[in-house]
């Protein structure tokens, strides 16, 4: 029986010339899921996937990837992933085709397999019409799809990308999570890094948040948020002051302000589940509600929660 946990990290360290750039590090990533290690930059993302894909040598801990040990079985691990680095080139005098073509061959897959694959990929990844495009005449996008591509040849167990949309535009970025999920429902494991919070969130099954060689937090992006209890409803009714009283003594609310349009109720608990009875109340009381709404924290909510800066300005 296959495991359940295809990646296994267990205290892993790592340190470059005394610097301790990944400090005591453990996480699973489960067969199937995707999962994204979100962190600003130098928090030691590049070199926590460098290290499971066997492009740095272990030092301290044990990693397992696919069922085996990265220091002992480093051929096997490499056979069983794919790879897309944030620097990978392609060269730039080969067409799409040829691009995959060579790939393939690297690889020894068989000439008839190694054509099916090549028109299924760039099918996945609408490189079709772009087969006898030279690379260089690629947009950005165009490439990182390409490279997704090539990183599939192989049929990989787990597909490791690094900042797959770094530096691309919001649409393109969105196009490139449609292929990621498309590759995923296809049932290759997805392992991520990414300092983009909307990514991790819209992407990802589950998350590690990583900084300075730390995680700080693991979970469902849902678990990361709700974990901090302080969703906040509004609510705008005919008598915000009778409301307010109405709410009194209610357990799971935490404070509530009245502001000239309604009140902003804050929640110490998952807010989803407290709207309808905090609803009722209010109804109950006889007052009419014109409008609801149900702010859930973010991300970046859930970064400042547990480092007390924000992960646009952290890392710089
Ligand atoms: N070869 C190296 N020699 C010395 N220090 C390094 C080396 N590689 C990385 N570091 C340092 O280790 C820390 C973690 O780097 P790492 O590249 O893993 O971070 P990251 O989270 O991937 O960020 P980025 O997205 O910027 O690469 C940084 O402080 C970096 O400067």
């Known amino acids: 029986m296959e495991e359940e946990n295809i990646i296994e990290v267990r205290d892993l360290e790592h340190v ?16 199937g899921e995707i999962f994204s290690f979100l962190g600003p930059n130098g928090a030691g993302k590049s070199t926590t996937i460098n290290i499971l894909t066997t492009l740095l040598p272990l030092q301290k801990g044990t ?17 069983s992933i794919g790879i897309v680095f944030q620097d990978d080139v392609l060269d730039r005098d080969l067409t799409v085709w040829e691009t995959m073509e060579f790939h393939g061959r690297l690889y020894s897959i068989p000439r008839d397999e190694r054509r099916r694959r090549i028109d ?9 019409p772009k087969r006898n495009e030279q ?24 597909l490791f990308l690094d900042e797959p949309t770094l530096g691309l535009d919001p649409q393109t970025r969105m196009r490139i ?29 589950r998350i590690s948040i990583i900084d300075n060689g730390k995680i700080i937090a693991s979970g469902t992006p849902e678990e990361l948020k ?32 009245e502001s000239t349009r309604g009140l ?14 905090i609803v009722e109340r209010v109804r109950n009381a006889g007052i009419e509600i014109s409008s609801v709404n149900l702010k859930k924290p973010t991300m970046d909510d859930v970064f400042v929660h547990y480092t007390g800066r924000e992960l646009r300005d952290a890392g710089a």
Not at 66 to 79: F, K, L, M
Not at 120 to 128: H, M
Not at 184 to 195: P, S, Y
Request: net charge positive; glycine share 8%.
């Open 63 to 79: 990693v397992r990837v696919a069922g085996y040990d990265v220091a002992r079985e480093p051929s096997r691990v490499r056979e």
């Open 120 to 128: 299924d990929l760039l099918r996945v990844v609408e490189l079709g």
């Open 177 to 205: 999570w449609d292929y990621i999920r498309e590759v995923n429902r296809a049932g290759t494991t997805i392992f991520l890094t990414t300092h983009y919070m909307e990514e991790a969130d819209m992407l990802s099954d």
């Open 264 to 277: 902003s109720i804050t929640i110490a608990a998952d807010g989803s589940h407290c709207l309808p009875g």
């Open 135 to 158: 690379t260089k005449n690629l947009s950005g996008g165009m490439k990182r799809r390409l490279q997704i591509a090539r990183g599939l040849m192989t049929r990989p167990k787990v």
């Open 16 to 31: 470059f010339d005394g610097f301790a750039a990944v400090r005591g590090i453990s996480f699973t990533v489960r067969r």
């Open 226 to 257: 709700n974990a901090l209890g302080e969703d906040v409803v509004y609510l705008e009714t005919r008598d915000n002051a009778r409301a307010r009283e109405s709410l009194r003594g209610v357990k799971e609310i935490r404070s509530i302000k």
